[in-house]
């Protein structure tokens, strides 16, 4: 989606401000928006693209208006409601009258305090063992498709339709594509591909920086 | 802790000693609600909230990324292996994360200046770094690192020269960078554990240079 969420190349945002010593969390609320979402993740009921592409469907007019941690929480009760697990007439009840009394759910367990030190230090699997052919080598000239779907897609803006050179083949990983749209694993090469900062930026730009983007096979054709 | 100071009690949304005279914000009830709800239906529990918090507050952060950047600087075999396969060089510090599938580690040179972005969400390498801060997070920065990265870098104080190649990482897939900053002159006689306390969270995101202390050299 050409959403807010995809700000690259954006300008007139304001400045950047780097808060001296800043901790984790400013206030109690976020370290429960932080942990319940987390928390919520290990039900397996969604993944991470899920996740990224509930957040992304924030309306447009409220994008930037949402701090960080309201967004995972607007994320986490769109995916609850979708899930059938905490609908959104249970959160209105229970906002109304705290004593409102809920079922428990059976079909799902919670993810319990004594896994919480391992799940935390085990990455996620996205990387795969599939045997998949990669479709470029590293050195390969590419260009980048030209797509504007209206689901989710981890192929910026600024970047499409632009010739780039494969740097790094990173292995087969599930396309974030395809699973963030609900379309399952679809494996494919991620690659890490070197733009020069003139091919997306214009001949202002400097003649020898650049921007790396790991992509997938699906975003690339041969330049 | 002093319960009848609310600005110091880590859960003043849902705890029993938050200020009543103050309302609760529209997002602190949506939160309550949130997590009441997913208690009472056994979707999540409430300890494993309190480890999960605990875990992001104060055991997993940037001083781990900064204890691998000293080692890289005083140990060249480590350095190789850390250039070479970043991931397995922060698992053999204990440092493996969630969010961390595949680390690379880009090296800073008198030549070459990275800088790390996710332009579209807030992508960062969680088993070094620990949490992103606010300001890695915000659209100003994520907008304009990537078209841009030399102004942002003046603006911070970490300018470079016309000469040095400046390259951004854009983070869109599930590969996270860290930023192995270059060691400053005059650190020559200071321990690993010297040099670990100089290096900056903001020096391994690529928009500071570690400082030697004053007198050094």
């Known amino acids: 989606m050409n959403g807010l969420h995809d700000v690259g190349g954006m300008q007139g945002l304001g400045p950047i401000v780097i808060e001296p010593d800043e901790p984790p969390f400013h206030h109690g609320w976020e370290r429960r928006a932080f942990a319940i979402t987390l928390a919520a993740g290990y039900l397996g009921e969604w993944n991470i693209d899920q996740s990224r592409a509930m957040r992304e469907r924030l309306p447009a007019t409220e994008y930037f208006a949402t701090s960080y941690y309201e967004l995972w929480l607007y994320g986490l009760e769109r995916l609850l409601d979708a899930r059938g697990l905490v609908l959104d007439e249970e959160r209105a009840a229970r906002g109304q009258d705290p004593t409102v009394s809920v079922a428990r759910v059976d079909r799902v367990h919670a993810l319990a305090a004594r896994d919480v030190e391992r799940v935390l230090g085990t990455a996620r699997a996205s990387r795969t063992d599939d045997d998949v052919e990669p479709r470029h080598r590293v050195g390969d000239r590419v260009l980048t498709r030209t797509i504007n779907p209206v689901g989710h897609t981890r192929l910026p803006r600024y970047t499409r339709g632009k010739r780039g050179q494969v740097t790094v083949d990173h292995g087969v990983w599930t396309f974030a594509d395809s699973m963030g749209n609900d379309l399952g694993p679809d494996p494919q090469h991620v690659y890490c591909v070197r733009f020069e900062a003139r091919e997306l930026w214009g001949d202002e730009a400097r003649p020898r920086d650049a921007v790396y983007v790991d992509l997938w096979d699906d975003h690339l054709e041969p330049a | ?217």
């Open chain 2, 1 to 217: 802790m002093p319960q009848d100071d609310p600005d110091h009690d880590p859960d003043d949304d849902v705890g029993a000693h938050r200020d009543h005279d103050a309302p609760l914000s529209e997002v602190e009830l949506r939160v309550r609600t949130l997590e009441s709800l997913l208690v009472d239906k056994g979707l999540v529990d409430r300890d494993a909230l309190d480890a999960i918090i605990d875990t992001y507050e104060t055991r997993v952060g940037p001083r781990n990324g900064a204890r691998i950047v000293a080692r890289a600087w005083v140990d060249p075999n480590f350095r190789r292996r850390l250039l070479a396969d970043g991931t397995a060089a922060a698992a053999e510090h204990g440092y493996e994360d969630r969010q961390t599938e595949k680390l690379v580690v880009l090296e800073n040179t008198p030549q070459v200046h990275n800088l790390v972005v996710c332009t579209l969400c807030s992508c960062y390498p969680w088993a070094v770094l620990g949490l992103p801060p606010i300001w890695y997070k915000s659209a100003p920065y994520r907008s304009r690192a990537v078209i841009d990265p030399r102004g942002v870098l003046d603006e911070l104080g970490a300018g470079v020269p016309d000469d040095r190649e400046v390259r951004v990482w854009d983070s869109t897939a599930e590969i996270r960078y860290m930023v192995l900053p270059e060691r400053p002159a005059g650190t020559e006689a200071m321990s690993e554990a010297e040099l670990a306390d100089l290096v900056t969270r903001d020096s391994m995101i690529g928009v500071a240079v570690v400082q030697a202390p004053e007198g050094a050299g």
